[in-house]
């Protein structure tokens, strides 16, 4: 419970703690080391337009192009969708 963010603000902050300092707060408060590859959005979140449109405006204004997100990793990549549950 709780894991999951709706928010669009609280998502950005995520992206951008995890993009810029390699670390991930938990629900709990909880601060850990976290190296990803990608992002997923799930379609079935009811924000989930909302959270992508706001990870678009971070990107542009961070000068982050989505791709190449780790400027000390080229190899690391990040895509960014929206993907849900068809059921």
Do not use: Y
């Amino acid at each position: 419970s709780g894991a999951v963010l709706r928010d669009p603000a609280e998502v950005v902050e995520q992206v951008r703690q995890i993009l810029m300092e390699g670390m991930v707060t938990t629900n709990t408060g909880a601060r850990l080391p976290l190296q990803v590859d990608s992002l997923c959005v799930h379609g079935d979140n009811p924000m989930a337009v909302p959270i992508l449109q706001a990870l678009d405006h971070f990107f542009r204004q961070s000068g982050i192009q989505k791709g190449n997100l780790w400027p000390s990793n080229p190899l690391a990549t990040v895509r960014c969708s929206s993907t849900g549950n068809s059921a």
